[in-house]
């Protein structure tokens, strides 16, 4: 059975996953945080992705790497230049010092959250990163396909949307992913015969999706969840946010995520 380490397994992605990928893989389980309660199956190692021996560490004899440690949201430059811009580095070098050959990367969908909710995008779009969060995303992306077109690693990029048992708001109808069908891709990332550098937007088969998911579907993703099961009971409840830009762009609060700032009017298509 292939070891699969997954970095910041303590967060909520992590916790989700280790429930449905229980049984396909050894889970080595990292985060700087402990994690207690280990399942049959699981081990755990701490380390900081911040630190490249640690990272050399706690890669060394994986098969392959889910890597969802960092800054989930968006915050001060420090933490995100430390723990997404330097950890994800390290990631990916201890990788290639190692000779892990297959990295799923979760970056999100503010690497593009200034694509306008009126456009449907692909994996092949160039990226309009909504935030220092989303640029680091953008930077992570990136790094995968150095590493790819240098090294040989085998990268999927997984711009993940939101993961919940259920959409929690109006955006959310849109980017929603559910735990199983984020495991599906998960499990497509680790086991596909053939991968060199993928994008593939982490979502279910949402009615309401921004994405045009075919490079998900060409490496036979076939989500089983659809957001719509959940709209009428979303937009009973939630109006249009009062901000437009909010309501505008993809990314929602994550554009406008500064005391103050104003939001440029990003165009619909750049020239
Ligand atoms: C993300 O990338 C974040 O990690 C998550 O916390 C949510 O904010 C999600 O995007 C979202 O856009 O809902």
Redesign the pocket.
């Known amino acids: 059975m292939k070891t699969l380490l997954i970095t910041g397994a303590a967060g909520d992605i992590g916790t989700h996953l280790r429930r449905e990928l229980a049984g396909a893989y050894n889970l080595r389980l990292s985060d700087l945080r402990p994690i207690q309660g280990l399942n049959a199956g699981e081990t755990f190692m701490q380390g900081d992705i911040a630190q490249m021996p640690d990272m050399l560490r706690v890669t060394a004899g994986a098969d392959a790497i889910l890597h969802l440690g960092g800054v989930?949201?968006e915050a001060g430059w420090e933490p995100i230049l430390e723990a997404n811009i330097i950890g994800c580095y390290n990631v990916f070098e201890a990788a290639r010092q190692n000779g892990v050959k297959r990295v799923l990367f979760a970056t999100?969908?503010?690497a593009v959250g200034f694509y306008r909710r009126v456009e449907t995008i692909d994996h092949r779009v160039y990226p309009r990163p909504d935030s220092r969060?989303g640029l680091s995303k953008v930077f992570g992306e990136q790094v995968g396909s150095l590493y790819a077109d240098k090294y040989g690693l085998e990268v999927v990029c997984l711009r993940?949307?939101?993961v919940s048992m259920k959409p929690v708001d109006k955006?959310?109808l849109s980017?929603w992913v559910s735990p199983r069908d984020l495991a599906q891709l998960v499990r497509i990332g680790v086991d596909h015969p053939d991968i060199r550098f993928e994008i593939v937007y982490g979502v279910s088969g949402n009615k309401r999706s921004w994405y045009d998911n075919s490079n998900a579907t060409r490496l036979g993703y076939r989500p089983q969840d659809d957001s719509e099961a959940y709209s009428a009971e979303i937009l009973a409840k939630h109006a249009n946010d009062a901000n437009p830009d909010v309501e505008r762009y993809q990314?929602?609060t994550?554009v406008a995520a500064e005391a103050g700032a104003q939001v440029y009017k990003a165009p619909v298509k750049r020239a």
């Open positions: 989930s949201a999100s969908n503010h969060y993940i949307g939101n955006r959310r980017i990314g929602g994550f």
